[in-house]
C-alpha cells in the first residue's frame, strides 16, 4: 500500500520558519516528480513547490520563490519543503504528492496521483 505521510506542520509567528517533511513507503518515487501543495480554507488546492524525478530541477509558485526550498533525499524515500519569513497567507493545510511514472513537475492538480493527507502550518501575525 502506497502512503504518503506528512509532519512538521504547526503554528508559527510570521517571519518564523517551519521544515515539512513527506516520508513515503510502498514504493519507490525515485524516478517520479514529487511536490508540495496547499489549499486554504474556501480556496482550491494550489501548487507550491515540485521536484522532477530525473536532474531534481525544481520548480516554485510565485508566491513562495526565494522563500521556499524543495528537496529530496530518494536513499531515505522523503521530500521536504524548508519555508522561511512564512506570512499569514502562507495559512494553509500543505499536502505531499507524488506523480505516478511522470517525471516533469506540473501545476496541475490532477496529474498527481499519490497524495498524503496533509499537515496543518498556520502563521499568526
Known amino acids: 500500500q502506497v502512503q504518503l505521510v506528512e509532519s512538521g506542520g504547526g503554528l508559527v509567528q510570521a517571519g518564523g520558519s517551519l521544515r515539512l517533511s513527506c516520508a513515503t513507503s510502498?514504493?519507490?518515487?525515485?524516478?517520479?516528480?514529487m511536490g508540495w501543495f496547499r489549499q486554504a480554507p474556501g480556496k482550491e488546492r494550489e501548487f507550491v513547490a515540485g521536484?522532477?524525478?530525473?536532474?531534481?530541477?525544481?520548480n516554485y509558485a510565485d508566491s513562495v520563490k526565494g522563500r521556499f526550498t524543495v528537496s529530496r533525499d530518494n536513499a531515505k524515500n522523503t521530500l521536504s519543503l524548508q519555508m522561511n519569513s512564512l506570512t499569514p497567507e502562507d495559512t494553509a493545510v500543505y499536502y505531499c504528492?507524488?506523480?505516478?511514472?511522470?517525471?516533469?513537475?506540473?501545476?496541475?492538480?490532477?496529474?498527481?496521483?499519490?497524495w498524503g493527507r496533509g499537515t496543518q502550518v498556520t502563521v499568526s501575525s
Open positions: 510502498g514504493r519507490t518515487f525515485s524516478g517520479s516528480a
Open positions: 521536484i522532477s524525478g530525473s536532474d531534481s530541477n525544481m
Open positions: 504528492a507524488a506523480r505516478n511514472s511522470g517525471i516533469l513537475t506540473t501545476q496541475n492538480v490532477n496529474l498527481w496521483i499519490f
